[in-house]
Every structure is written in structure tokens, then in C-alpha cells.
């Protein structure tokens, strides 16, 4: 089976706007063995949020990064900081109660107002701009989950109403709109909230990628280097839970989603951020671009598990509906952002597993991770200090009762990896190396080994084991981004097989390829 070529550019810069509008970090790798109190492992918002809390209760901190802070999937979010979360309170209701879905509400709208708060704190310019949410549809038949779903976030405490009026360029159905939102620039705010945390007595060390955990009193993280940090407690931030304890990974699902963003034509803004599931899920928002009052509009969609989808065609896609729809100039980004989601909807921001002592975790943030980063920053250091948040039992990872109704959306999960994990393996993705193209990688199998190979631009071979190294699913190569990635559990890896994304911890191992 020959790999398709590509059909032409991709539109935009490959980058993230919120990365190329922001310099570089350079804090120093872990050189030597540390004790702290509270070892936050992860350097995006969930981390450097709860490290940052931890720390104005007078404790010692130190963040482990395993790339560059607020580089990873913090890095290339859309940056929305709503309460709103598509249609999530009239499924919380249902499932979990009137009270569950009430603090569900006041959590997540906390943590939108707690940014507003830090920024006027710590004198923050992030580009802050306080604007309406909406969740819509363009089909008539669903305008009446929009309407249940307007009663019961409002039953929850939220300033939600239905309503057929947007400042989308296009008509809809029905929307659900919700006030007090806002937007942000996700890594300014994160950058000077490290420099405070700084000032604070707290430390960052960024390429120290974390590899061993040990529980206990104290605990003890291993760095690939070898070098360790004592700490009376851990938190794991690291986007999706590099250990495998309490087999959390069973109840996540790793999702992608492309974005692309272009320069919006003055008077045009939309006024709010938008989201929908019409169309394979579309979401909008616009962002301050240039000195001269401009705005960048970003759109986000064409999601598919990590592995399994076409980028390249997603972003043409993701392209050409942004154009037939908004006034905007050429494609200046196209980027990707990643998340997980738990089987019941709900974050797990708490003690790790069910025997966890002094571990926690922050993971599943489906989407939503700018208010439930913050909101498991301020939560995890109110445990730590011993005390209990009033939603704590909401998010807390070892609920039971929510895991009996997951069972069937578990199973699913379970039987979609189990798919991949045995049935990859009853082929290679191309017969021989030389059916790859220029610039592609395909799974081929060599000496009776599957490889995954890469033929760069120049036409030079780079080869590495196709088994990923956190439980063993093939990987699958993403074009539009040059990335090999897991289908399973969602780890992301570089041509050269280094660890781009986990919860691999470990590069895919180098392979050798017969001479011609």
C-alpha cells in the first residue's frame, strides 16, 4: 500500500501564535539532588498554577519540566477561560445531581475570576479581555439540548440564557450564551506567574524529564539524569499521567485538534467566543494581533485521536471553513492543540490513587484545561495543606460511584485501544521502504521488525522501533506535523524518536536500516 503524497502547502506558519508572540525560557536542567516540600512534576498551566499556589502558603517548590514551561500543551491551546463548557451541566445533572453540577459551576467560574484577580495581583499583562461564551448549533433539531442545556447551567448558578441572536457572521439555530467569560494570552500570563513564583523562593528546571516516582514519607522523583528530588509531597501535571498508577490511563482518551488563525478584517470581530459540535466541532475566538488594534482570529476543530486522522487534510478543511465564513486575510498559524478526557466528563484533580498519602494528580481536563488548571492549582494546594476545597469529592480521582456508570464508555475506550494494540500489528503500513515519498514516514516492517520511518525532504532515511514505549501500541506518522504518534494512550514522538508528548517517558528506540 503506497503512502499517499502531499497535495500541495499547508496554510499558515506552522506555530502556535501564543509561541511565536512570546521569547523563549531557559531555566537550568536539575544538576543535583534537591529536597523541597512540594515537587510539582509538569510545567504547564495545571502545574505551574498549583506551584505557584503552593508556594504563597509559605512552602518550598520546585517545578520539573520535562521540555520548556508553557511549551507543550498549554503552548498551543485557544486560550479560553469560560465556565461554559459545550454541554456539560444538563449531562451533570443527570448523571451526578443538581448539587454536583452547582459545584461544577462555581468551580470553574472561580477560576476564571482567580485569573482576573492574580493578573491585578501581580501586575500581569496577558491581554485579559472579558467577553460572553456561547455554545450553538446550526441544526433545528437540536436546539432543544441547547435549551436544557441553558436551564440547567443557569439552575447551577450561571448568568446563562438561550438565545437565537450571536455576532457570528452566519445564522444559527439556538445558542446558549453565558456572561462574565474571557480570553487571555495563555503563556504571557504563565511566564510572569514562573517569574513571581521566582520571587518567591520557588524553582524551575526545565529539560528534567521525570522518570521514577517512589511514595512515601518523604517521596522521591527520579530525573532521567539521575539526580532526584525529595519532596514531602508530589503533584503529577504532566498533561497525561506519566505513571501509571491506579491504571488512570484505562479512563482516558486522548484527543487532537487542529487550529488555524488569520488576521479578521476591522469591524468583523464576533464579539464572544463560539463553540459547537456541528460540523466535527468548530470553535472561535479572536485575540489582539499587531499595534494597530487588529484582531486574530483563531479557529479550532477537525479533532481525531492521536494516530488515526489526517491532519493535513483536517487544516484544509479547518482553512476553508474559516474563509467561507469570516472576512480574513491570508492564514498567518495552523497549529495543533491536545487533551484527554475521563469516561465521565469530569476532570480527576486529587490524591493519585486510592493509597496515595502524599501524591495528587491534575488530568482529563477534556478541552477545558485554562479554568481547570487553575482551578486544580487552587484546589491541590488547598490539600496539601490539609485542608479540604468544597469540591474536592467532585474531581476527586478515586470516585466510585461515577466509575460504575463510566463501564460502558470504559469498555469502548478499552476495546478501541485493544484494536489498535492488536490489530496494527497484523500489517505494516507500507511493504518496502522505497514506497515512502519525500518528506513522508510510513511502518514498514525490515528483518522481520516493524520500523517506523521517516524520509526527510532531502531524501535521507531515519528509522526507529514503531513499538511506543509506554505499552507497546504501533505509532503512525502525522505529516502535517512531522510527528510520529500512539493511537492508544496518545504519545507523541520526533522523527529522531524523542519524547514529545507523554505518558511515554522513553524515546522510541533507533533502528537500523539495510544497506541498498
Known amino acids: 500500500m503506497a503512502v499517499t503524497p502531499r497535495t500541495g502547502p499547508l496554510p499558515g506558519r506552522p506555530e502556535s501564535y501564543w509561541m511565536d508572540s512570546t521569547g523563549p525560557t531557559s531555566y537550568p536542567p536539575l544538576a543535583e539532588d534537591i529536597e523541597v ?14 506551584a505557584w499556589e503552593v508556594a504563597r502558603t509559605g512552602r518550598t517548590v520546585a517545578v520539573l519540566e520535562a521540555d520548556r514551561i508553557a511549551a507543550g500543551v498549554t503552548g498551543y491551546t485557544t486560550a479560553k477561560l469560560s465556565s461554559l463548557h459545550t454541554l456539560v ?44 461564551a456561547y455554545t450553538y448549533t446550526v441544526r433545528p433539531e437540536d436546539t432543544d439540548k441547547l435549551r436544557d442545556e441553558a436551564a440547567a447551567a443557569r439552575a447551577a448558578g450561571l448568568s446563562a440564557e438561550y438565545t437565537e441572536v450571536t455576532g457570528l457572521p452566519f445564522d444559527v439555530a439556538g445558542a446558549v450564551r453565558v456572561e462574565d467569560q474571557a480570553t487571555f494570552h495563555p503563556r504571557a500570563y504563565l511566564l ?67 487550529v488555524v488563525a488569520a488576521p ?17 466541532k468548530r470553535s472561535v475566538r479572536t485575540a489582539p494581533y499587531g499595534d494597530d488594534g487588529g484582531r486574530l482570529l483563531i479557529v479550532t476543530g477537525e479533532g481525531f485521536t492521536p494516530g488515526t486522522g489526517d491532519a493535513a487534510a483536517g487544516f484544509r478543511a479547518l482553512d476553508a471553513w474559516m474563509r467561507e465564513r469570516f472576512d480574513v486575510g491570508e492564514t498567518a498559524y495552523r497549529w495543533a ?55 474536592a469529592d467532585l474531581y476527586d480521582p478515586r470516585r466510585l460511584l461515577t466509575t460504575v456508570r463510566e463501564v460502558p464508555s470504559l469498555l469502548s475506550q478499552q476495546a478501541e485501544v485493544a484494536k489498535h494494540f492488536v ?20 511502518v514498514v516492517r525490515v528483518e522481520g521488525r516493524r520500523c517506523a520511518v521517516h524520509r526527510d525532504e532531502d531524501g535521507g532515511l531515519h528509522a526507529v522501533s514503531a513499538r511506543c514505549t509506554h505499552m507497546g501500541c504501533l505509532v503512525a506518522f502525522n505529516e502535517a506535523e512531522t510527528t510520529w504518534e500512539c493511537p492508544c494512550h496518545g504519545s507523541r514522538f520526533g522523527t529522531d524518536g524523542e519524547v514529545l508528548q507523554g505518558p511515554a517517558t522513553k524515546p522510541l528506540e533507533p533502528r537500523e536500516l539495510p544497506k541498498s
Not at 518523604?218 to 498508577?245: I, L, M, Q
Request: charged share 20%; with cysteine.
Open 37 to 50: 516540600d512540594v515537587a510539582v512534576v509538569g510545567g504547564g498551566i495545571a502545574g505551574l498554577s498549583t
Open 89 to 132: 451541566y444538563e449531562r451533570l445533572r443527570s448523571t451526578r445531581g443538581a448539587e454536583a453540577a452547582h459545584l461544577y459551576a462555581r468551580s470553574q467560574q472561580e477560576a476564571v475570576e482567580h485569573v482576573a484577580a492574580v493578573c491585578a495581583e501581580v501586575g500581569i499583562d496577558c491581554q485579559l479581555e472579558r467577553a460572553p
Open 192 to 258: 510572569a506567574l514562573a517569574a513571581d513564583l521566582l520571587a518567591q523562593g520557588g524553582v524551575i528546571h526545565e529539560r528534567t524529564r521525570v522518570t521514577g516516582l517512589r511514595e512515601g514519607s518523604p517521596c522521591r522523583v527520579t530525573a532521567e539524569s539521575g539526580h532526584t528530588v525529595t519532596a514531602k509531597a508530589v503533584v503529577v501535571a504532566t498533561h497525561y499521567p506519566v505513571f501509571d498508577r491506579a491504571l488512570l490511563f484505562a479512563r482516558l482518551s486522548a484527543q487532537r485538534e487542529l
Open 264 to 280: 479578521l478584517a476591522p469591524g468583523q470581530d464576533p464579539g464572544g467566543m463560539y463553540i459547537t459540535q456541528d460540523e466535527g
Open 337 to 391: 492543540a491536545q487533551d484527554n478526557s475521563v469516561t465521565d466528563g469530569v476532570p480527576m484533580v486529587g490524591p493519585f490513587h486510592p493509597g496515595a498519602r502524599h501524591t495528587y494528580v491534575a488530568t482529563g481536563f477534556g478541552g477545558w484545561g485554562m479554568s481547570g488548571g487553575v482551578m486544580a492549582g487552587a484546589l491541590l494546594a488547598r490539600l496539601i495543606q490539609g485542608e479540604k476545597s468544597p469540591w
Open 423 to 442: 490489530g496494527d500489528r497484523l500489517r505494516s503500513h507500507v511493504d518496502s521502504v522505497d514506497e515512502i515519498p519525500a518528506g513522508s514516514g510510513a
